[in-house]
């Protein structure tokens, strides 16, 4: 699992070319997994799950299944229905890997990192290339490879505390040590040149939050970031900025702009999604309009396939009782992170700083999720993906248990599991097979769907049409 996730992530860093791919790329990986665990359950090797909001996240499934149901386009809603599923199996089974053995977290992040900084490179490949040839950079050439840099933006949110870690992590004075410092002000820069208010202020409350949870703990963890942060503007106007000035071009992302923009239009036109799912949640109030079918109930918009905010998207596409069963199991998976790491040791510094980050990561994609797609966007659910099987995997070992996969004398059990993940695949490979290869290869939008989007490409693919 902890493979399949990696070369996911990489792929959508490395080589994938816009959001259609990226999706690709995201389905085949969940497809692979679900075979992976089916192969696991048929062998007798069960693996647990974390108890706490089981419950309360089975309940939303079922209200989600039955509002697909009753959805104007069951493919679509069924799409986004096992989509969800299977990402959060894949969580699941990536935290009963790592809780395995506690060796295997320090080399899935420093993995991750090494990914990171690899699509970095070809950031300032392009970047460079830009700059020689003379031609004028934009938000497309760094955040290359992403239909739009807020896409990447919020693939940070979830991954750039993790870098942090890293750093910290790595030995004084090491090369290791410099070049995570290196790569984390390059990100920051990325998220500064890109104007990224959401993930910006996501990222502040996350230390805000574990300030308030940690003090004494965070501190170093909260003195890295702002370490970062300030490198991460001096690379932002010293290379953005003044370095472009000095090749005859234009600067990109200057500040002028996010002030300009706030002053303007301070949601972005959010206000107009917001308003919009808020009648749909009025009308719509038990079963919702289906998964995924605020973009088909707001098309005539033309300003965002989803309400940037998961709270108004779970309440109009699934149901009120929907986003109720999915926000006590929040709730309770993050007491259980919390109390778990109010039971450290403050002598014990590795696994206090493994909490703070984990708490800074899962509240910076929790802030975010209110603003913007990051629940919706294939590389930033991956990303969210690793930080919840790692939050599962970190509570379960530090409570002194593992999710070893046992040989499970419960054939219920292991019918209802595996049934369970039968119906996800089917329904995933169901709902995207009449044109996955289209997609995969950016094919052009056949007559239907130019006729169904005459001037946006919705739902939630703008590149080469939806399926």
């Known amino acids: 699992m902890t493979l399949i996730l990696f070369v996911a992530l990489t792929t959508n860093f490395l080589v994938a070319a816009g959001h259609d791919l990226q999706r690709c790329v995201e389905i085949a990986a969940l497809c692979v997994m679900s075979m992976v665990v089916l192969a696991r359950i048929g062998a007798g090797q069960l693996p647990t799950v974390p108890k706490v909001g089981m419950a309360l996240l089975m309940t939303f499934f079922a209200l989600g299944l039955v509002s697909s149901l009753a959805a104007y386009s069951l493919r679509h809603a069924i799409y986004e229905w096992t989509c969800l599923l299977l990402l959060l199996t894949m969580a699941f089974s990536l935290a009963s890997e790592l809780s395995q053995d506690a060796s295997r977290l320090p080399k899935l992040l420093h993995w991750v990192g090494i990914a990171c900084g690899l699509y970095s490179l070809r950031v300032l490949v392009m970047y460079g290339a830009a700059l020689a040839s003379g031609f004028q950079p934009d938000w497309s050439v760094v955040g290359v490879g992403f239909s739009n840099p807020r896409f990447l933006n919020h693939t940070q949110t979830s991954l750039l505390p993790l870098i942090v870690f890293l750093f910290l992590k790595a030995p004084q004075d090491s090369g290791w040590r410099k070049a995570w410092f290196a790569l984390t002000a390059f990100w920051w820069a990325l998220l500064f040149v890109t104007e990224a208010r959401a993930t910006?202020?996501?990222?502040?409350?996350?230390?805000?939050?574990?300030?308030?949870?940690?003090?004494?703990?965070?501190?170093?963890?909260?003195?890295?970031?702002?370490?970062?942060?300030?490198?991460?503007?001096?690379?932002?106007?010293?290379?953005?900025?003044?370095?472009?000035?000095?090749?005859?071009?234009?600067?990109?992302?200057?500040?002028?702009?996010?002030?300009?923009?706030?002053?303007?239009?301070?949601?972005?036109?959010?206000?107009?999604?917001?308003?919009?799912?808020?009648?749909?949640?009025?009308?719509?109030?038990?079963?919702?309009?289906?998964?995924?079918?605020?973009?088909?109930?707001?098309?005539?918009?033309?300003?965002?396939?989803?309400?940037?905010?998961?709270?108004?998207?779970?309440?109009?596409?699934?149901?009120?009782?929907?986003?109720?069963?999915?926000?006590?199991?929040?709730?309770?998976?993050?007491?259980?992170?919390?109390?778990?790491?109010?039971?450290?040791?403050?002598?014990?510094?590795?696994?206090?700083?493994?909490?703070?980050?984990?708490?800074?990561?899962?509240?910076?994609?929790?802030?975010?999720?209110?603003?913007?797609?990051?629940?919706?966007?294939?590389?930033?659910?991956?990303?969210?993906?690793?930080?919840?099987?790692?939050?599962?995997?970190?509570?379960?070992?530090?409570?002194?248990?593992?999710?070893?996969?046992?040989?499970?004398?419960?054939?219920?059990?292991?019918?209802?599991?595996?049934?369970?993940?039968?119906?996800?695949?089917?329904?995933?490979?169901?709902?995207?097979?009449?044109?996955?290869?289209?997609?995969?290869?950016?094919?052009?939008?056949?007559?239907?769907?130019?006729?169904?989007?005459?001037?946006?490409?919705?739902?939630?693919?703008?590149?080469?049409?939806?399926?």
């Open 200 to 467: 910006v202020l996501a990222l502040s409350m996350g230390c805000a939050i574990a300030v308030l949870l940690r003090r004494a703990q965070a501190r170093e963890f909260i003195v890295a970031m702002a370490w970062t942060a300030l490198a991460g503007l001096i690379v932002y106007a010293l290379g953005f900025i003044l370095l472009p000035l000095l090749c005859g071009l234009q600067p990109i992302g200057l500040p002028a702009n996010v002030v300009e923009r706030t002053v303007a239009n301070p949601s972005s036109d959010r206000f107009y999604l917001w308003n919009l799912a808020i009648k749909l949640i009025a009308s719509h109030p038990w079963l919702g309009v289906g998964p995924q079918h605020f973009a088909h109930e707001g098309a005539t918009l033309y300003k965002g396939a989803h309400p940037h905010d998961w709270v108004l998207q779970i309440a109009a596409e699934w149901g009120i009782p929907a986003l109720l069963c999915l926000a006590g199991a929040i709730y309770m998976g993050a007491r259980t992170l919390v109390r778990c790491g109010a039971r450290l040791a403050t002598t014990d510094v590795i696994n206090q700083q493994i909490f703070v980050t984990l708490m800074v990561s899962c509240t910076a994609v929790f802030v975010d999720t209110l603003l913007s797609g990051v629940l919706v966007m294939p590389q930033s659910q991956l990303a969210a993906v690793l930080v919840l099987g790692i939050a599962c995997a970190w509570v379960r070992l530090q409570d002194g248990t593992t999710l070893q996969r046992q040989p499970n004398q419960s054939p219920l059990k292991r019918a209802l599991l595996g049934g369970l993940v039968v119906t996800g695949l089917c329904g995933l490979i169901w709902s995207v097979a009449p044109n996955f290869v289209q997609h995969a290869q950016n094919g052009d939008l056949t007559p239907a769907e130019l006729a169904a989007n005459p001037e946006q490409h919705w739902p939630r693919m703008w590149e080469a049409g939806y399926f």
